[in-house]
Structure formats: C-alpha cells, structure tokens
C-alpha cells in the first residue's frame, strides 16, 4: 500500500458523455470532491479516438446528447441529422465549459489498476504515468466500444506500407490519394468509412467476410425551421426517448407484419426506406422477434442491394445475407452499395477466397496475391468488456475482475458486480448499453448511481455491492431476454463476443428494453435497495431477500426488444 496518494470521494474513468455527466451530478449534487482520469488528451471518449474517414452517429442528433438539463438542450443546436466526431466533441465541450467541468478532468491519465483496499473501504488506482488515487466510490465511463479489435492476421509486422484501425485514427489527415487500400471489415464502421476512401483512394478493396444489411442514413443539414422545433418540442422528445425501448425518439409499430398485404408490407418497408435511419426496424413490432416476419424486411433490402449494385456477382456476394436483418447491429449508410459501381472499387468475397497472410507489400488470400500501400482495420472492438481487462481491477480478496468475468460478465443490472463494492459500471454488461440510444442509457444509470451514493451517504452505509443471487438471476434474465429476440440467432455478433478470438460466447447487453430495465431498477431502489448488499461498520442491511422476483417474471413477457 503506497504512502503517496491523491484521496478524493469519488472517481470516474472517462471523459465521454458518462464521466461528464457524472462528475456532475457528484460534485455539483451531491457535494463530493470528484475527478475524471481520462487517457486522451481531450474530452470526446468514443469520439476521441473513433475519428475515422466518414464517422458519424448513427442516432439523430436530436436524441443523440443530454437532456438533464433543458437549458443546456436548448442552447445547443446540431447542424446535421447525425452528428460527426468533430461535432460531438464541440457538444462535449460546450457543456463541459457551461458546467465548468474541466478543472475536475486529468487528461493523458490511463488507468493500468483500481485495487480495493479492505481495511479503508477505498479504491486504489494506479496511472501509466504512476500517480496514486484513492477513493471512496469508483465509476467507470470507458464506453462499451472502445477496445480495438485487430486480428491476429500473420505478416502484419513485415507490412511496409500505412496500417490503422478504425477505432484508433490518427488526429493527423491521413491521405488516400491515389494510393491502393485494403480495408477489413464491413461492419456499421466499414460501410461508413469505404464510400468516403473511394473519393480519393487510387484503389480501394473492400474485404468482407460477412455481408451486410444497410439501409440509408439520409444525412442532410438541418433547417432552422427544425431546429426551433426540437427545442421548443423538448419535453416530449425527452419523454420519448425516456419510454422506447431503445431510447430513440420514434415508437416502434404496434402492427405486425402478417397482418398486412404484401403490396401494403411494401410501400411501407419503401416509406421507411426513403425516410432512412435505424426506425427502418420499427417499420413493424415483431421484425426483430420472428423469423419469418423479419424475412420480409430481409428480403426487402436484399432485392435494395440488387438493384443498386451494377456487377452481378457484386451484388450476389454483398446480398447473400443467411442471418435476420438487426439480428447484428443494423448500419446505416450514405452510398456504400453505390461504392460498389465505382471502378476504382472491388469487393474481396472471403467466403469465396481467405486471407492467408498480409505480406511486405499486400494481402495474400488464397486465390491471389493484392498489392496495397494501406490497410484499414474496420474490425470492430472487443465491446464491452475488452476495456475493463485492459485494467488490472481487483476487489476484495484480491480476486480480479477478469477472473470473476472468465466465463462472461457477471453483474447485477449491469451496475454492480458481487465482490466488487462501490464499484459502478456506467453502462455495464447486463444493461441495455449498446441496444439504447446510448446518452439515454447512460443518463439513467448516472442518475442511479447518484442516488445510490446519496442514499449511502444518508443512511452512514459504507459500502454497497451487488449480492451473488441478484446477479445469478439477472444473468439468468438477461439471456431469457436475449432468446426472446433474434440476436442470439446470429453466431458472428459482437453482442455474444463471438468477434474476439477465445472470447466467452456470452449475450452481453439487456435485450428487455431500456423502459422496462429503467422500471426494473427504480423497483430495486423503491425494495430498499433490492440486490444489493449495504454495508456500514455497524450493521449490515442485507437486501438480497427483497429481490423482486415477480418482477422478473413479468419481464419474461418480451414482445418488443430494445434494440
Ligand atoms: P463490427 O460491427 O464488429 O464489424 C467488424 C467487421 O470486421 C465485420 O465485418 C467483421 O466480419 C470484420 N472482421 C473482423 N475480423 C475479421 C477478420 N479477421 N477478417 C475479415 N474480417 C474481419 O465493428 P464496427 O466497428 O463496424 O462497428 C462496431 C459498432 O460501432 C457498431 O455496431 C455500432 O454500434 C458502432 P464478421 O462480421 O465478424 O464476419
């Protein structure tokens, strides 16, 4: 135990949306000394480091940011439907000077381990540049998409030319000018990133191992006219997005599909084609529950691909989908099946061919050998719980994170992980995370945590952990969710791990809906803290008993999954 440390009430690793908000609520509500270590030089998280060619959010603007604070919405006005990197970054900053945040925040700071030390009931955490923390509460804001997934592809070493992953871009321009690129991966980053390098690009192939659904974004800047809307209209959206099950601003249909003609099936899935966007999921409830349902949709974006894509057989490897559509996470796109007419553009099918080995100056597949000056890895992340391994995090006992983790994450509500006190997850497995628009999500659990913490401070409790059983069972309940939808039907999904090489095949995020797990936790809190094991040196109020069951079985009835 070192003599020379920084000792605060609370601590949050992260500089995105979550730290923001709750270095906020802490210091601001609550009263606590509070800092934000964050590892980048700037505010932004995510939209630090994801600055790749064509990146931008795939949730309206509108939706995409704070709404604690309606002055704060109203002050702000985005230029574009979905806002870029750049542009949430002005957000990020905007706020952060409104509520004076920065002064809390050490930049370049990365986190290599948070020890929890028994005797003081405290949280010790060490930096790369090796200062000392201590404090009372901890709460991680690393994002769920944040640890860059590169393959171990043989060769990549010897390569002479440019190599980046999407997920770690360069701040500097990068230039494609001319130049032969491979790109990998046609995930929601791959689709965004290969229309604007074929601008420039000499040559640009496109790998793909598994093709993609896509539906257009239909980015365009946005009217005054609109933008006074939204800001006069924000306390219905903020009830909109606080009531879906995914937390954007649209209801999903309550109209099934069978329960229309085909021609009336059609004109709808076109209506939401031309309007573009993620509600192309919405277009009916039950696309994302039932199989034959969703094969209407999948069909009908399949027969999209086909008529964009000129090449025939181009267009038979981009639409030669055997998984739902939103069975993975659903892209959305501006001219990425139109990419594929350009002739300084191929596709590389890898079901057709493999990678065998990146050599000095290209990629071998099995069929041929492409010479490249650069590669672009649009290989995803290990999502969710990559980032949290990347520290050393142990609670009591000594007993690590990763070890309690091996075979999946284990938390209750996705907040709290047995062993592990005053330890909150910001958007932690188990929640909705990555299936909710996420400022909305991360909003709900900020605010949760902040009462959590008040409610410890009222009531002298020092520590407060999620028990076992509350975690058994909603690890339980969070895979009944999952095998109500369709995700769990897509072997390759990031959702399960199955990107990440050795990884367990766990379903991660909640797929119950952010409105019934929002319901689900103010019941813990309304049950006493219901799960959760409060702790104070006088007593302890063991809260495992009030666990609400019927409230779980009553959320085994998923109709319309949030996702
Ligand atoms: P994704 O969605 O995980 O996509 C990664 C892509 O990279 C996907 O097409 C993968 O194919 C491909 N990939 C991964 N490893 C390889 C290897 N070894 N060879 C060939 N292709 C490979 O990540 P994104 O960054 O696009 O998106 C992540 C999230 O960010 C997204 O869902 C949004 O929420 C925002 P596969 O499908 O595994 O066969």
């Known amino acids: 135990m070192s003599e020379q440390h920084n000792s605060v009430d609370a601590i949050i690793i992260g500089a995105g949306f979550s730290g923001l908000y709750q270095l906020h609520t802490l210091r601001d509500q609550l009263n606590l000394s509070t800092m934000v270590l964050e590892a980048g030089t700037d505010l932004g998280g995510t939209w630090f480091w994801n600055r790749y060619p064509g990146a931008r959010c795939d949730s309206e603007s509108y939706s995409y940011c704070y709404m604690f604070s309606e002055e704060i919405y109203k002050e702000w006005s985005w230029s574009e439907r979905y806002p870029g990197p750049q542009e949430i970054r002005n957000y990020l900053d905007f706020v952060a000077q409104k509520l004076e945040l920065r002064s809390h925040i050490k930049f370049n ?194 027969n999209k691909i086909r008529t964009v894509v000129r090449d025939k057989e181009t267009a038979e490897s981009l639409a030669t989908i055997d998984y739902p559509y939103a069975g993975k996470r659903p892209p959305i796109d501006t001219n990425y099946f139109e990419t594929f007419n350009k002739d300084n553009v191929s596709l590389i099918n890898l079901k057709k061919e493999s990678i065998v080995k990146i050599t000095e100056n290209g990629i071998q597949t099995t069929e041929r050998h492409i010479p490249l000056d650069m590669i672009i890895f649009a290989t995803g992340f290990d999502a969710i719980t990559g980032k949290f391994f990347e520290m050393d995090i142990q609670g009591r006992n000594g007993i690590s994170l990763k070890e309690t983790w091996k075979e999946g994450p284990k938390t209750y509500l996705g907040l709290q992980t047995p062993g592990f006190p005053n330890l909150f997850t910001i958007t932690g497995p188990g929640s909705p995370s990555v299936l909710c628009n996420m400022p909305v999500a991360i909003e709900q659990h900020v605010e949760w945590i902040t009462h959590c913490i008040e409610h410890m401070r009222n009531n002298k409790i020092d520590t407060c952990e999620a028990s076992q059983e509350a975690a058994d069972k909603w690890v339980e309940h969070v895979n009944e969710a999952a095998n109500a939808t369709l995700l769990v039907t897509v072997p390759h999904s990031w959702y399960l791990g199955a990107n990440v090489v050795g990884k367990p095949r766990i379903f991660m995020p909640y797929a119950g809906g952010m409105d019934r797990y929002r319901a689900l936790c103010e019941d813990a809190v309304k049950n006493h803290y219901a799960g959760f094991i409060m702790n104070s040196k006088n007593s302890t109020n063991h809260s495992k008993n009030n666990l609400t069951n019927h409230n779980f079985d009553a959320a085994k009835k998923i109709t319309t999954p949030g996702i």
């Open 109 to 302: 700071t990365l986190v290599t381990s948070a020890h929890f030390i028994e005797e003081t009931n405290q949280w010790e955490l060490t930096t790369k540049n090796g200062e000392i923390y201590r404090a009372t509460y901890l709460i991680t804001g690393i994002g769920c998409i944040s640890s860059a997934n590169i393959p171990n592809i043989p060769g990549l070493k010897n390569f002479k030319g440019e190599w980046y992953h999407t997920g770690n871009w360069p701040h500097e321009q990068v230039s494609f000018e001319n130049k032969r690129i491979g790109q990998i991966g046609t995930g929601s980053t791959g689709i965004q990133a290969a229309p604007v390098i074929a601008e420039t690009a000499g040559h640009l192939h496109v790998f793909q191992r598994t093709p993609n659904y896509s539906v257009p974004a239909r980015n365009a800047p946005l009217t005054d006219d609109w933008k006074e809307h939204v800001h006069k209209n924000f306390k219905e959206i903020k009830q909109v997005v606080q009531s879906t099950p995914n937390g954007f601003p649209y209801r999903i249909s309550t109209t099934k599909v069978f329960e229309q003609s085909e021609n009336e099936r059609q004109t709808a899935y076109e209506k939401a084609w031309q309007k573009g966007g993620l509600q192309f999921r919405a277009t009916y409830q039950d696309i994302t529950t039932n199989k034959k349902a969703n094969d209407t949709a999948a069909e009908f974006l399949k």
